[in-house]
């Protein structure tokens, strides 16, 4: 008598990427305008009623020169480009990986409670320069600002940049913002950005130095930098 054989297991499918599941809102922000007047950045300041931000961090330091290939400024780099540091649990970015940083629209997924939120953002310029500081030494600086789109809650503009003095090798990551809260139709969610918008930002931030901290460490004793979020590799049920 034959012994059976037992039929190979099914394979999972696998889950295609979440940019690509959010392609349409991807493609919908991609032609949203930003939401704030960019002739008047001037005048963003406290005393017209704008939030001014900022914050920073200390990383690993380097030996004093121009940034190392395998050293903490160029972990931080790579860690900015594939936007890995915010806190997941609040906020994952979505774009596409092979666009240029420069031309860069992201989907933002927000989430609070039991809530899940879509916002618009672009890339508004990157910033790679040599700076001279006040003491006589230079600086090299990296990073990049986004703007929030048409339909966010806030209006905006947030920079993150990571900065080595080149005389003493110091390595600091920096987060300045600037922003208001925006036209929000739905009364309650009004209600709900009114009562805890400024708490999520400084959560936002201040956990998105202590993930930069981490990762660059990590990075150092791995020797890569982290790949690009899962969320933004692959997607997940029921979130699309």
């Known amino acids: 008598m034959p012994i059976p054989t037992s039929s190979p297991l099914p ?12 392609k349409a809102r991807l493609e919908a922000f991609g032609k949203a305008k930003v939401n704030f007047d ?15 931000d900022d914050y920073d961090t200390e990383l690993p330091a380097e030996a004093p020169g121009p940034p190392a290939e395998n050293g903490p400024w160029r ?26 940083l420069e031309e860069r629209t992201m ?16 890339i508004g310029g990157v910033t790679d320069e040599t700076r001279r500081l006040p003491d006589g030494t230079q600086e090299q600086v990296w990073g990049y600002n986004y703007r929030t789109l048409e339909g966010h809650f806030e209006r905006g503009q947030i920079e993150f940049t990571v900065h080595k003095n080149l005389g003493t090798g110091r390595v600091t990551f920096h987060i300045h913002a600037f922003s208001q809260v925006g036209r929000i139709r739905n009364p309650f969610y009004w209600l709900g950005f009114k009562l805890f918008g400024r708490i999520l930002q400084r959560r936002f931030a201040h956990q998105s130095l202590e993930r930069m901290r981490a990762q660059v460490e990590a990075a150092l004793r791995t020797g890569t930098p982290p790949p690009p979020a899962a969320a933004n590799l692959r997607a997940e049920a029921g979130l699309s």
């Open 107 to 122: 989907v933002l997924r927000a989430q609070f409670l039991f809530f899940t939120f879509w916002f618009g953002v672009r």
């Open 38 to 52: 960019l002739e008047r950045v001037s005048e963003y300041t406290a005393e017209t009623g704008w939030r001014i």
């Open 11 to 22: 394979v999972a499918a696998t889950a295609p990427p979440l940019w690509e599941v959010q």
């Open 75 to 100: 972990a931080a780099q790579q860690i900015l480009r594939a936007y890995t540091f915010p806190p997941s649990d609040l906020i994952t970015g979505i774009f596409v990986p092979d666009a240029p």
